[in-house]
Structures are given as structure tokens and as C-alpha cells.
């Protein structure tokens, strides 16, 4: 007789909620600041530690993201949250760091087309200009991570090859980044990707921390996480209500959403210290607010301990 396997999952993980930037980027409809910070507070409440507050791009780039500043500078009382801000070049940087910001993120892409989408250069060309913002960074002692945007597919080239992210991955390295993101931006990842080449990653740099940040296109992005989980990590992206999507990567759609995921990851016996009731209320006040959500199984169905009357037939079963 086979002995059973046991399925061995981390006692807890580390969520990022990063709705403020990657799921208010992609509303067309301008969020004024004073709502945007209410949401970032009552996200507060709810135990999250991480947020991903904004973005420092050019107005033009992204229009509703042009009140970053004000953003930061209305929630930096708030205690026990660490902000960290996506930024795309040096002048964002700057302006991050005048803001107040202690924790910086690159954006990076893993193919040339989705970067040039996005940034109007090669990989290569992009990664490179990142050594002055990590150098300016330094000398405010200010934290630099890195990411990797459509690293499990691109829209435009398909699946990427392991060789150009442990490429890319290398540079990082010689940078002197030991924090990197990996972004399933357009959904096209699958459970066995995901473990692979988690798995090659953590072998090849053991010294570095990799993030899963997960969109849920394609409705994979929970099985994406429990095969992170399988190999260890515990730092993952989510979005309030499911919002998000990339603006330069077609069909994109929203993240796995922060209350599916705390409560995914709760029902497995895993450990976020983000308490799920004021969550999926936040969720509610989110969908409310802006008008809809980008898909929410919790607003949707409410969590698997919610249970309802039994049917007036079946009374004698509880007598």
C-alpha cells in the first residue's frame, strides 16, 4: 500500500494590496483623491501590512494617477502598513522618494514587444537605465525591488522562455536587487508553469525573494498561488474586489481579488493576519463606490462559513 502524500503549504503568507495603484490605473473614470484615501484607510483596517499605494508616472501615461503625491502625503499616519510605489524612471523616482516613499518598485517587462508597449524600449535597454534609479535609491536608503511583467506569457510573443528570465533574473542580481515580482499580467500562466519555474528560480538565485503577483483572466490565478505556495513562497500581489489590468496589455484583467485569496489561503489553515469579515466589506464599499468590480467570489458568494437555513423540508434532520 501507498503511503498517503501530505500536501505541505507555508504556516502563513505575506499579501500586498496594490489596488490603489494597479486597480485604480485601469479605471476610466477619474477617482477623486479623497476617495482614493478612504479606501486606503478602511483597507488599513483590515490587518493588511503592504500596500502598493501608487505610481509615480507621467500624468499623461496614466491620468489617473496624476494626484500621487497627494495620495502619500494624506496616508503617512497611517501605523503598522508599509507603501511601497511603482516607478518607471528616474524623475518618477525622485518624486517618490520627495514624497516619502521607503520602498520603490521597478517595471520591467520579460519580452521585447510588451516592453516596448509599455516602455518604448528592449528589455535589455530598460534594465539598464534602472542603475541610476537604484543608485539614487541607495542614497536615500531607500528600498529597490524589482519585477518581471508578463513573465508566464505575453500577448504578443506567447510563452517566454526559461532562459530570458533567468537572463533577466542575472541582471537583477548584478544590480544588487534580491526582491523580485513575478507577474502573470495577462492571465496566461498555469499551475504547473507556475511550480516549474518557481522551482528552477529558487534553485538558480536561493538567495533572492520572489512575489507572485496574479491576474485572474483566465480564472487560474488561485491555482497559480497554491502552486507558489507548494514551492515556498509566501509574498503575493492582490487587489481589492478583483480591480486591475495593464493598460498596454490587451485583454488583461483585474487581479485575483484580496478577499478571495485571504479567504483561499484561511480555509487552508495559512496565516495573513488580515481578518476577512472587514475585508469583503471593503470589497462591497469598493464595488459601490466605483461602480462595479473585476470579479469578487466573496461578494459573489460570501465565505464557505456563511451557511444558509435549510429548506423548511429537511427541519427534521436537525431535530
Same mark, same amino acid.
Given at each position: 500500500?501507498?503511503?498517503?502524500?501530505? =500536501?505541505?503549504?507555508?504556516?502563513?503568507? *505575506?499579501?500586498?494590496?496594490?489596488?490603489?495603484?494597479?486597480?485604480?490605473?485601469?479605471?476610466?473614470?477619474?477617482?477623486?483623491?479623497?476617495?482614493?484615501?478612504?479606501?486606503?484607510?478602511?483597507?488599513?483596517?483590515?490587518?493588511?501590512?503592504?500596500?502598493?499605494?501608487?505610481?509615480?508616472?507621467?500624468?499623461?501615461?496614466?491620468?489617473?494617477?496624476?494626484?500621487?503625491?497627494?495620495?502619500?502625503?494624506?496616508?503617512?499616519? =497611517?501605523?503598522?502598513?508599509?507603501?511601497?510605489? =511603482?516607478?518607471?524612471?528616474?524623475?518618477?523616482?525622485?518624486?517618490?522618494?520627495?514624497?516619502?516613499?521607503?520602498?520603490?518598485?521597478?517595471?520591467?517587462? !520579460?519580452?521585447?514587444?510588451?516592453?516596448?508597449?509599455?516602455?518604448?524600449?528592449?528589455?535589455?535597454?530598460?534594465?539598464?537605465?534602472?542603475?541610476?534609479?537604484?543608485?539614487? !535609491?541607495?542614497?536615500?536608503?531607500?528600498?529597490?525591488?524589482?519585477?518581471?511583467?508578463?513573465?508566464?506569457?505575453?500577448?504578443?510573443?506567447?510563452?517566454?522562455?526559461?532562459?530570458?528570465?533567468?537572463?533577466?533574473?542575472?541582471?537583477?542580481?548584478?544590480?544588487?536587487?534580491?526582491?523580485?515580482?513575478?507577474?502573470?499580467?495577462?492571465?496566461?500562466?498555469?499551475?504547473?508553469?507556475?511550480?516549474?519555474?518557481?522551482?528552477?528560480?529558487?534553485? !538558480?538565485?536561493?538567495?533572492?525573494?520572489?512575489?507572485?503577483?496574479?491576474?485572474?483572466?483566465?480564472?487560474? !490565478?488561485?491555482?497559480?498561488?497554491?502552486?507558489?505556495?507548494?514551492?515556498?513562497?509566501?509574498?503575493?500581489?492582490?487587489? *481589492?474586489?478583483?480591480?486591475?489590468?495593464?493598460?498596454?496589455?490587451?485583454?488583461?484583467?483585474?487581479?485575483?481579488?484580496?478577499?478571495? =485569496?485571504?479567504?483561499?489561503?484561511?480555509?487552508?489553515?495559512?496565516?495573513?493576519?488580515?481578518?476577512?469579515?472587514?475585508?469583503?466589506?471593503?470589497?462591497?464599499?469598493?464595488?459601490?463606490?466605483?461602480?462595479?468590480?473585476?470579479?469578487?467570489?466573496?461578494?459573489?458568494?460570501?465565505?464557505?462559513?456563511?451557511?444558509?437555513?435549510?429548506?423548511?423540508?429537511?427541519?427534521?434532520?436537525?431535530?
Amino acid at each position: 500500500m501507498n503511503q498517503a502524500q501530505v =500536501l505541505t503549504l507555508p504556516a502563513k503568507a *505575506i499579501i500586498c494590496e496594490v489596488a490603489p495603484r494597479d486597480g485604480f490605473q485601469a479605471e476610466p473614470e477619474w477617482i477623486p483623491t479623497e476617495q482614493k484615501v478612504r479606501i486606503v484607510r478602511e483597507l488599513a483596517k483590515t490587518g493588511i501590512q503592504m500596500m502598493e499605494i501608487t505610481s509615480f508616472v507621467h500624468p499623461k501615461a496614466i491620468p489617473q494617477l496624476k494626484d500621487a503625491e497627494e495620495v502619500v502625503r494624506q496616508v503617512q499616519d =497611517l501605523e503598522g502598513i508599509k507603501l511601497r510605489a =511603482l516607478v518607471p524612471n528616474i524623475r518618477g523616482t525622485q518624486r517618490a522618494i520627495d514624497a516619502g516613499i521607503k520602498k520603490l518598485k521597478l517595471m520591467l517587462s !520579460a519580452t521585447d514587444s510588451h516592453s516596448l508597449s509599455n516602455a518604448n524600449c528592449l528589455v535589455e535597454e530598460a534594465q539598464e537605465g534602472f542603475k541610476p534609479i537604484i543608485e539614487l !535609491a541607495e542614497k536615500h536608503r531607500v528600498k529597490v525591488g524589482g519585477s518581471i511583467s508578463v513573465a508566464f506569457g505575453c500577448p504578443f510573443e506567447g510563452k517566454v522562455p526559461l532562459e530570458r528570465i533567468v537572463t533577466i533574473v542575472e541582471r537583477y542580481k548584478q544590480m544588487g536587487i534580491d526582491e523580485i515580482s513575478l507577474a502573470d499580467t495577462t492571465g496566461m500562466a498555469n499551475p504547473k508553469q507556475v511550480f516549474d519555474l518557481l522551482g528552477h528560480l529558487k534553485e !538558480a538565485f536561493s538567495h533572492m525573494t520572489f512575489s507572485m503577483h496574479l491576474h485572474n483572466t483566465r480564472g487560474m !490565478a488561485l491555482a497559480n498561488a497554491v502552486a507558489a505556495l507548494q514551492q515556498g513562497v509566501i509574498h503575493f500581489d492582490s487587489s *481589492i474586489a478583483g480591480l486591475g489590468g495593464c493598460p498596454y496589455a490587451p485583454g488583461a484583467t483585474g487581479n485575483i481579488a484580496t478577499e478571495d =485569496l485571504v479567504h483561499a489561503f484561511s480555509e487552508m489553515g495559512i496565516e495573513t493576519g488580515i481578518q476577512l469579515e472587514p475585508l469583503i466589506r471593503v470589497a462591497g464599499y469598493v464595488k459601490e463606490t466605483l461602480g462595479h468590480d473585476g470579479g469578487s467570489c466573496m461578494l459573489q458568494a460570501g465565505p464557505s462559513s456563511q451557511l444558509h437555513a435549510r429548506p423548511k423540508n429537511q427541519q427534521k434532520l436537525a431535530d
